[in-house]
């Protein structure tokens, strides 16, 4: 069972910067491969960025290409989003996700999500 838990999120002009922070509970936080969600108002889920489990591979949709940035930290159980150069469409309750390093696109585990608000 892995608990996580995202902070950072807040209100913030476009052009601003703000960095996410997911901390996972339990020992095993290096064996899973997390990622980074987003829902909008209306909108579906959507992802934004992953990373494996042991940080060499990461991804992002095209929309963040360029301007977020995914990281780890496994010595402190955390997973981070920087998300630079933010814009109003980035609007949206970032949700950080955990997947088994085996099967890295089976997100087992959810956080309660935080709310990123870019103002124009």
């Known amino acids: 069972q892995v608990q996580l838990v995202e902070s950072g999120g807040g209100l913030v002009q476009a052009g601003g910067s703000l960095r996410l922070a997911c901390a996972a509970s339990?020992?095993?936080?290096?064996?899973?491969?997390m990622g980074w969600f987003r829902q909008a108002p209306g909108k579906e889920r959507e992802f934004v960025a992953r990373i494996s489990n042991s940080g060499g591979t990461t991804n992002y949709t095209d929309s963040v290409k360029g301007r977020f940035t995914i990281s780890r930290d496994n010595a402190k159980n955390t997973v981070y989003l920087q998300m630079n150069s933010l814009k109003p469409e980035d609007t949206a309750v970032y949700y950080c996700?955990?997947?088994?390093?085996?099967?890295?696109?089976?997100?087992?585990?959810w956080g309660q999500g935080t709310q990123v608000t870019v103002s124009s």
């Open positions: 339990g020992r095993t936080f290096s064996y899973y491969a």
């Open positions: 996700a955990a997947a088994w390093w085996s099967t890295p696109f089976n997100y087992r585990y």
